[in-house]
Nanobody, 123 residues
Framework: VQLVESGGGLVQAGGSLRLSCAASGRTFGNSAVGWFRQAPGKEREFVAARTRNYDITLYADSVKGRFTISRDNAKNTVYLQMNSLQPEDAAVYYC?????????????????WGKGTQVTVSS
């Protein structure tokens, strides 16, 4: 499956963005889909994930209450609604498909990645 992220950009602190992750080639199927982010000089970190079975959502503590992950299986797209953005949220955001094994919080458990979309937050 090929993943393409979109929706990134420049926003002022306190603003919102909605990121999209569109899959092509095949559907997400029953796989969980996650969002990660990586800022310059930092490791890639977990942001959010959503399973298909049981529709469970997981969030990093740093984004709980501000970010919402959703998926539209008919459109084969996963979204990340980001509200109350802060400068520390600035990063390249990636979506990825969970391999089916391992923790949803670890990037090593995901085996299909998009190329990312840049989010910049001005203070």
């Amino acid at each position: 499956v090929q993943l393409v992220e979109s929706g990134g950009g420049l926003v002022q602190a306190g603003g919102s963005l909605r990121l999209s992750c569109a899959a092509s080639g095949r559907t997400f199927g029953n796989s969980a889909v996650g969002w990660f982010r990586q800022a310059p000089g930092k490791e890639r970190e977990f942001v959010a994930a959503r399973t298909r079975n049981y529709d469970i959502t997981l969030y990093a503590d740093s984004v709980k209450g501000r970010f919402t992950i959703s998926r539209d299986n008919a459109k084969n797209t996963v979204y990340l609604q980001m509200n109350s953005l802060q400068p520390e949220d600035a990063a390249v955001y990636y979506c990825a498909v969970h391999s089916g094994s391992g923790s949803h919080y670890l990037h090593g458990s995901y085996d299909n990645w998009g190329k990312g979309t840049q989010v910049t937050v001005s203070s």
